[in-house]
């Protein structure tokens, strides 16, 4: 029934100790697995970064209000006058370890952070002081050094290691920690309740624009009350009945959607045509009423999800079918609107995330659209005013999204060791051409010369770091033997010189030949280089110096043109595997290293190039040197590897999307919101 509590908080779970205990748990088991997969540390270095990371949770949790000088950090004025120089050198590195962290998961991280402010009551709770924070493990990785013990030098080496390593992989841990706290029914504090001083900072880090924004629901529901005032604070909480339904009134309308549904007039995908929201006209409510607010805000978000252009129509109709029992949860739950983790939105969320990937034209008959039909099925069936039911059935969803993005695991699976080849390869360009770029950015290098080193000397560097690395003797005579030759073109003034370079050339030469036979350089390339190197050493037999078209050239390393994000699409075959690949074309091809933060495994990324159709699929691998991305789908026969600066320049541009950090609820309130006219 109706409630006319007023209050903007939300209440703290009566299980909020259990939540905790257990989130703990869950944060301190993927935070250790996380470090035992960067690199191997014996079990009581692994132990305590565990404890610490623990103790810094327990310390957050139980604490009261901080005050402003305790908020300036853990080192104390005590600890700065007993510290050695190598400890404050650690407690800086680590410091830039959690900022950094810290910028990159913003949004991840400010989900998260409003769930705890719920959890523990604590609208005074600073961003800063989040519980599972990157300060966490940065107080892990100070008592993991303890442990280890190792001089200043390697010890910053493997922070570094290991801030790549959780980079890449924090952002997972923190979705998967926002999906275990809904999964626990614990909802995200309406933002305008905290008090922290720092929380707008933060919440533009999350991606929040402006002012700290109230649920997109709440506000619809409220600019259809006409109660929303330009600048002034909204009572989120006031209930689905401001001014409550008649007992009789309630039953009524109850019994109005039991007829509905018994008629098929929930929008159930058998019906012809295609689905429409029911609203307060439909229902009998009078208009005007607060209640017909609530209905009708639902009504126009069922209508934005009806619009969506990437929903398949299989899925759109399972999600109409159940806008009668979500009209029931909006009645029966006056925090509907303010939940985010309210079972009803969580069942119309988890079922949008079921079917990301799938094509748009995809037939009801795919198998997951049936399994999807079959659960909207049941909860019609078994829905009153238990909404345990409703929480089952999101576990089933989450259960499929789980079988779904594992399926896409597997396919990418067998990718990874082409992938593998083709992110050597990658490597071994930008280390050859990096080593190349360093000698022909010297300004006494002939053109014949620097011509030579980038056209044919740069690819036997390359099979060479391909072939034996970088630390193989053969890897320091290819350089070695490059000095000798920029060496032997130089002006011989003295004799000694001179005999030097006379008793020195023919090995020169031979390496040089041999390379160039390695890579199978044509023979008419071969003889014209053999040709100017004779005369640029003749000359500097002489003592003369470099003149007229030998005059070295602006070195082409030095100025090449700024990474443009030009696509360009190719296709390897390897048997029965099929990979797409997404690459930069021209110069810009391997000008640099990327990294894409918006972007990381697990997520489910939808992008189009050129009058391409889009394709959405799982990034199920990401290169840690290149950032190239590996997607792939269970529908898909094929694969796709994904240059980050294509990815980051979609995403910009709105071209792409991650579809799987989408909530269908929101967006489609958002989406409703927008469309509603602001009162005078």
Same mark, same amino acid.
């Given at each position: 029934?109706?409630? #006319?509590?007023?209050?903007?908080?939300?209440?703290?779970?009566?299980?909020?100790?259990?939540?905790?205990?257990?989130?703990?748990? $869950?944060?301190?088991?993927?935070?250790?697995?996380?470090?035992?997969?960067?690199?191997?540390? #014996?079990?009581?270095?692994?132990?305590?970064?565990?404890?610490?990371?623990?103790?810094?949770?327990?310390?957050?949790?139980?604490?009261?209000?901080?005050?402003?000088?305790?908020?300036?950090?853990?080192?104390?004025?005590?600890?700065?006058? +007993?510290?050695?120089?190598?400890?404050?050198?650690?407690?800086?590195? +680590?410091?830039?370890?959690? #900022?950094?962290?810290?910028?990159? /998961?913003?949004?991840?991280?400010?989900?998260?952070?409003?769930?705890?402010?719920?959890?523990?009551?604590?609208?005074?709770?600073?961003?800063?002081? /989040?519980?599972?924070?990157?300060?966490?493990?940065?107080?892990?990785? #100070?008592?993991?050094?303890?442990?280890?013990?190792?001089?200043?030098?390697?010890?910053?080496?493997?922070?570094?290691?290991?801030?790549?390593?959780?980079?890449?992989?924090?952002?997972?841990?923190? @979705?998967?920690?926002?999906?275990?706290?809904?999964?626990?029914?614990?909802?995200?504090?309406?933002?305008?309740?905290?008090?922290?001083?720092?929380?707008?900072?933060?919440?533009?880090?999350?991606?929040?624009?402006?002012?700290?924004?109230?649920?997109? @629901?709440?506000?619809? &529901?409220?600019?259809?009350?006409?109660?929303?005032?330009?600048?002034?604070?909204?009572?989120? /909480? @006031?209930?689905?009945?401001?001014?409550?339904?008649?007992?009789?009134?309630?039953?009524?309308?109850?019994?109005?959607?039991?007829?509905?549904?018994?008629?098929?007039?929930?929008?159930?995908?058998?019906? @012809?045509?295609?689905?429409?929201?029911?609203?307060?006209?439909?229902?009998?409510?009078?208009?005007?009423?607060?209640?017909?607010?609530?209905?009708?805000?639902?009504?126009?978000?069922?209508?934005?999800?009806?619009?969506?252009?990437?929903?398949?129509?299989?899925?759109?109709?399972?999600?109409?079918?159940?806008?009668?029992?979500?009209?029931?949860?909006?009645?029966?739950?006056?925090?509907?609107?303010?939940?985010?983790?309210?079972?009803?939105?969580?069942?119309?969320?988890?079922?949008?995330?079921?079917?990301?990937?799938?094509?748009?034209?995809?037939?009801?008959?795919?198998?997951?659209?049936?399994?999807?039909?079959?659960?909207?099925?049941?909860?019609?069936?078994?829905?009153?005013?238990?909404?345990?039911?409703?929480?089952?059935?999101?576990?089933?969803?989450?259960?499929?999204?789980?079988?779904?993005? /594992?399926?896409?695991?597997?396919?990418?699976?067998?990718?990874?060791?082409?992938?593998?080849?083709?992110?050597?390869?990658?490597?071994?360009?930008?280390?050859?051409?990096?080593?190349?770029?360093?000698?022909?950015?010297?300004?006494?290098?002939?053109?014949?010369?620097?011509?030579?080193?980038?056209?044919? $000397?740069?690819?036997?560097?390359?099979?060479? $770091?391909?072939?034996?690395?970088?630390?193989?003797?053969?890897?320091?005579?290819?350089?070695?033997?490059?000095?000798?030759?920029?060496?032997?073109?130089?002006?011989?003034?003295?004799?000694?010189?001179?005999?030097?370079?006379?008793?020195?050339?023919? &090995?020169?030469?031979?390496?040089?030949?041999?390379?160039?036979?390695?890579?199978?350089?044509?023979?008419?390339?071969?003889?014209?280089?053999?040709?100017?190197?004779?005369?640029? &050493?003749?000359?500097?037999?002489?003592?003369?110096?470099?003149?007229?078209?030998?005059?070295?050239?602006?070195?082409?390393?030095?100025?090449?043109?700024?990474?443009?994000?030009?696509?360009?699409?190719?296709?390897?075959?390897?048997?029965?595997?099929?990979?797409?690949?997404?690459?930069?074309?021209?110069?810009?091809?391997?000008?640099?290293?990327?990294?894409?933060?918006?972007?990381?495994?697990?997520? $489910?990324?939808?992008?189009?190039?050129?009058?391409?159709?889009?394709?959405?699929?799982?990034?199920?691998?990401?290169?840690?040197?290149?950032?190239?991305?590996?997607?792939?789908?269970?529908?898909?026969?094929?694969?796709?590897?994904?240059?980050?600066?294509?990815?980051?320049?979609?995403?910009?541009?709105?071209?792409?999307?991650?579809?799987?950090?989408?909530?269908?609820?929101?967006?489609?309130?958002?989406?409703?919101?927008?469309?509603?006219?602001?009162?005078?």
């Amino acid at each position: 029934m109706f409630s #006319s509590a007023t209050n903007e908080s939300l209440p703290v779970p009566d299980d909020a100790w259990e939540i905790l205990r257990d989130c703990r748990a $869950w944060f301190l088991k993927q935070a250790g697995q996380l470090l035992r997969e960067a690199e191997p540390v #014996s079990e009581a270095a692994l132990n305590a970064f565990v404890q610490a990371v623990g103790a810094y949770f327990d310390e957050r949790t139980t604490s009261e209000r901080r005050t402003s000088f305790d908020q300036l950090g853990d080192l104390t004025a005590s600890n700065i006058s +007993l510290v050695g120089e190598s400890d404050l050198e650690l407690d800086i590195r +680590l410091g830039e370890f959690a #900022s950094l962290l810290t910028e990159s /998961n913003g949004k991840g991280l400010w989900r998260v952070y409003l769930r705890f402010v719920t959890l523990l009551g604590r609208p005074d709770l600073s961003p800063a002081e /989040n519980p599972v924070g990157p300060k966490a493990i940065a107080r892990g990785l #100070s008592a993991l050094c303890g442990v280890l013990d190792e001089a200043p030098a390697p010890m910053l080496e493997r922070i570094g290691r290991l801030e790549e390593h959780f980079s890449e992989f924090l952002p997972a841990l923190y @979705a998967g920690l926002n999906d275990f706290l809904v999964g626990r029914k614990v909802s995200a504090a309406q933002p305008t309740i905290v008090t922290a001083p720092d929380a707008a900072t933060a919440a533009s880090a999350g991606g929040s624009s402006g002012t700290l924004a109230i649920d997109p @629901a709440v506000a619809l &529901q409220q600019s259809l009350l006409g109660q929303a005032q330009a600048g002034a604070t909204v009572s989120v /909480n @006031a209930g689905v009945a401001a001014s409550l339904l008649t007992q009789a009134m309630f039953g009524r309308l109850l019994a109005r959607l039991d007829d509905l549904e018994r008629a098929g007039h929930g929008g159930e995908g058998g019906t @012809a045509g295609a689905p429409q929201a029911l609203d307060s006209t439909r229902l009998g409510v009078p208009a005007g009423a607060p209640e017909a607010a609530a209905i009708d805000a639902l009504a126009m978000i069922f209508e934005a999800i009806f619009a969506s252009p990437t929903l398949p129509d299989p899925i759109k109709a399972a999600l109409s079918s159940l806008q009668i029992p979500t009209l029931r949860a909006v009645m029966l739950d006056q925090g509907f609107f303010t939940a985010d983790a309210h079972p009803a939105r969580q069942l119309l969320d988890k079922m949008a995330r079921a079917a990301v990937g799938l094509p748009v034209d995809v037939s009801s008959r795919h198998p997951l659209c049936a399994i999807v039909q079959q659960i909207a099925t049941r909860v019609r069936a078994e829905f009153v005013d238990d909404t345990q039911v409703l929480s089952r059935y999101v576990g089933e969803l989450e259960k499929l999204i789980a079988r779904r993005d /594992n399926a896409a695991a597997q396919a990418a699976a067998s990718y990874r060791p082409l992938v593998q080849r083709l992110e050597q390869g990658d490597e071994a360009d930008t280390r050859s051409r990096q080593a190349i770029d360093t000698f022909c950015l010297r300004s006494d290098v002939p053109p014949a010369i620097s011509r030579f080193l980038r056209d044919h $000397w740069q690819r036997v560097l390359r099979q060479i $770091w391909l072939e034996s690395g970088e630390d193989s003797t053969d890897w320091q005579d290819g350089k070695t033997v490059v000095d000798q030759l920029l060496w032997s073109v130089q002006p011989k003034v003295d004799i000694e010189e001179r005999k030097r370079l006379a008793r020195e050339l023919p &090995q020169m030469l031979q390496k040089i030949s041999a390379g160039m036979q390695r890579v199978a350089v044509p023979e008419a390339a071969r003889a014209e280089f053999l040709d100017a190197c004779f005369a640029l &050493q003749t000359a500097a037999m002489r003592g003369s110096a470099v003149t007229g078209d030998q005059a070295p050239a602006a070195p082409a390393g030095g100025a090449r043109p700024a990474a443009g994000v030009v696509p360009a699409l190719s296709e390897l075959r390897n048997g029965v595997q099929r990979l797409r690949i997404y690459d930069l074309a021209g110069a810009s091809r391997g000008a640099g290293r990327y990294r894409q933060a918006a972007v990381h495994a697990g997520d $489910w990324l939808s992008f189009h190039m050129g009058e391409e159709e889009p394709v959405c699929g799982r990034v199920c691998h990401v290169a840690k040197g290149s950032g190239k991305l590996l997607l792939a789908n269970p529908d898909w026969d094929f694969a796709v590897l994904l240059h980050p600066a294509l990815a980051e320049s979609q995403l910009k541009e709105g071209r792409a999307s991650v579809s799987s950090q989408v909530s269908l609820f929101n967006a489609a309130a958002e989406q409703a919101l927008r469309r509603t006219p602001k009162p005078a």
